[in-house]
């Protein structure tokens, strides 16, 4: 009969197979931290540890024993999702210690950190693909990818790559985008642990995580005016269903774009314009959460909503969740196919390891100018994101700031639509870039005044905090 199914098929326990699988496996790195001194010195966090041990017994699996352990695409569903997720629980969250025009300048000052290392990352790339095209006849345009597997993650390094490969003949782009995706995941964690190491070593950073005595009051479950923390429906679940409706609007606007404007549109809107749609959906479920939670305090403002549903410690403790579980499968999902091609090992080895340096000098540098009182917290959530994803950034903010008391995750999320913006003359170019020596030549140059205007706004947003 047709959709019949049993309940011991595959299909029906595969994705929770693959989230035991995950857990299991962050708990056993918790394990791992906690009783190994080493592992506990070196402050890698569990979520990180737990995906490569994931991805080792994976590949052991594969190479060994050729059985496969995960459904790649319920790894892929859960990076995809868990991102979304995870930054609307936190965009749920009131903020009221974090408002005014200070509060604005450094939500604009984080995004012009983050347009500045896709610009500066999409420079060096392309320095050493081109240097490469002369010398090895390497893909000219391939170093645009750098920004789209480290500052955008591997969705948008996938599209690109195989827009590449199939449109202007780059071989195995998709495979080349992705590699350079996970390595981002590494270049996250290697330098992230470095500064984590560098601040435990200055005294700045005990390695709290994980360890720290949490000291809560009744009032953090239970805050003024708030529903009861159990009545006919719990309040956990009301937390997540704000969360998932939220999460399904987005889903609903996107697919109203995809079907009413895209897909009509066809060629080039579908080609790139579709990617970056679904891609943001981080983005646009933000904006929903906002959009929502201003229209919850209208209706208090006006006495029709009696009561606040929403609690952050709990909405906290969601975003946690959705990050970890995001951090593990991205790790576990990692693909270093490209390294099979050894017309590939040279630029990705150059391309990957100055993308990391860059990023992390440059990183550093703008970060202590301009948050001052925060700038290590804004340091390894950036470097996080711009390596990795935006759940990286969490992952290694939450080292040192584990109840986020910093500005600096009200930053992370607010960002993102100044980054559209400064950012979206970059992602025009990205479809001009491969067309020849002379696109690519112009493309540079114009990504090069780009970054000039970017880090002089910088300096001059770092003398006018300086001089207040």
């Known amino acids: 009969m047709t959709g019949e199914f049993n309940f011991w098929d595959i299909q029906v326990w595969s994705f929770v197979v693959t989230l035991a699988i995950l857990l299991g496996a962050m708990i056993l790195a918790n394990v791992l931290r906690t009783k190994l001194s080493f592992m506990r010195r070196s402050l890698l966090p ?10 080792l017994a994976k590949t052991l699996c594969e190479s060994i024993l050729h059985i496969q352990l995960l459904d790649l695409t319920v790894l892929e569903s859960l990076t995809y999702h868990g991102l979304g997720l995870g930054f609307i629980a936190l965009a749920w969250r009131h903020l009221d210690g974090v408002k005014g025009k200070k509060a604005r300048r450094d939500v604009f000052a984080t995004s012009t950190v983050t347009v500045g290392g896709y610009l500066i990352q999409a420079l060096v790339g392309l320095t050493i693909s081109v240097t490469l095209y002369y010398l090895v006849g390497s893909f000219a345009a391939g170093g645009i ?6 500052g ?4 948008q390094a996938f599209n690109w790559g195989v ?64 529903i009861p923390v159990s009545e006919s429906m719990d309040k956990l679940t009301v937390q997540f269903a704000l969360v998932f409706l939220t999460y399904a609007a987005a889903y609903v606007s996107m697919w109203a774009i995809y079907r009413f404007v895209l897909l009509p549109a066809g060629g ?16 646009i479920g933000t904006a929903w959460a906002i959009l929502f939670k201003n229209i919850c305090n209208g209706l208090r403002r006006k006495g029709i909503m009696k009561r606040e549903y929403t609690n952050n410690y709990m909405l906290n403790r969601i975003s946690g969740l959705m990050f970890d579980i995001m951090v593990v499968a991205s790790i576990a999902s990692i693909d270093l196919s490209a390294f099979r091609y050894k017309e590939f090992w040279l630029p990705l080895l150059l391309e990957c390891i100055a993308g990391a340096v860059v990023t992390y000098l440059y990183v550093s540098f703008v970060c202590k100018k301009l948050f001052k009182g925060y700038s290590d917290e804004m340091f390894l959530a950036m470097y996080g994101m711009l390596t990795g994803t935006a759940s990286t950034g969490i992952i290694l903010l939450r080292e040192v700031d584990p109840l986020y008391k910093t500005p600096t995750s009200h930053n992370l999320i607010y960002q993102n639509l100044w980054s559209i913006v400064l950012g979206a003359p970059m992602l025009l170019l990205l479809g001009i870039v491969p067309r020849s020596m002379t696109h690519l030549a112009i493309c540079f140059a114009i990504l090069a005044v780009m970054f000039v205007l970017i880090l002089w706004l910088q ?3 770092a003398k006018k905090e300086r001089d207040a």
């Open 46 to 55: 569990s979520a990180v540890l737990g995906g490569f041990l994931v991805l």
């Open 145 to 150: 990818l750098l920004p789209m597997g480290y």
């Open 152 to 155: 955008q993650g591997p969705g």
């Open 163 to 226: 827009n590449y490969e199939t449109g202007y003949g780059f071989v195995n782009g998709k495979s080349y985008g992705l590699t350079i995706a996970a390595m981002g995941f590494v270049s996250a964690c290697v330098g992230g642990l470095l500064y984590l190491n560098k601040l435990s070593r200055s005294d700045k950073f005990k390695g709290i995580s994980g360890e720290i005595e949490d000291h809560f009051t009744v009032e953090d479950f239970c805050g003024e005016n708030e």
């Open 268 to 283: 080039f809107a579908m080609n790139t314009v579709n990617p970056l749609i679904w891609g943001f959906n981080f983005l």
């Open 459 to 461: 300096l001059v947003m």
